[in-house]
């Protein structure tokens, strides 16, 4: 997790999927300058839902899924800039993600999405933004930590 000064958390709660669109847009203007963005959360927690959401709010119009088995999905933006989308669910150790190179995908400047961070979190930058999805009583709680701006 973020050892960085001036640390935020902020907590959401949605009654339903829909309202992941909403915020996706706010969350990306909140963290403007935050590009790595770590999904924790339970299967079904809707994860892959809300990477998707921020997709859409950054423009992508490719077609999105999860990447369970190909471990990272490319998707563009308008001006072609690449989004990836990483699920680590299947992997065994961090060095399993050094061997496909997520350290390159992490400091292109580029967004990057992770499903399953646990996995690798020792490979995280310290700047990454970690969003926590809860159900709870079928609502979503949300938390997000990170430094704002």
Not at 92 to 111: H, M, V
Request: net charge negative.
């Amino acid at each position: 997790m973020c050892k960085c000064a001036d640390v935020q958390m902020k907590k959401y709660t949605l009654q339903s999927l829909a309202g992941m669109e909403k915020l996706s847009s706010q969350l990306l203007a909140d963290f403007s300058s935050s590009r790595i963005f770590a999904f924790h959360g339970d299967l079904g927690a809707g994860k892959t839902t809300f990477i998707k959401a921020m997709c859409a709010a950054l423009g992508v119009k490719d077609a999105m899924s999860s990447p369970s088995f190909s471990l990272v999905n490319e998707y563009h933006v308008a001006n072609d800039n690449p989004v990836y989308h990483f699920d680590l669910y299947r992997l065994k150790s961090p060095k399993e993600a050094l061997d496909i190179g997520i350290e390159e995908y992490l400091y292109s400047g580029n967004y990057c999405f992770i499903e399953w961070p646990e996995r690798a979190e020792e490979l995280l930058p310290e700047e990454t933004i970690h969003v926590s999805i809860k159900v709870i009583n079928a609502e979503r709680v949300i938390e997000v930590l990170g430094q704002l701006g």
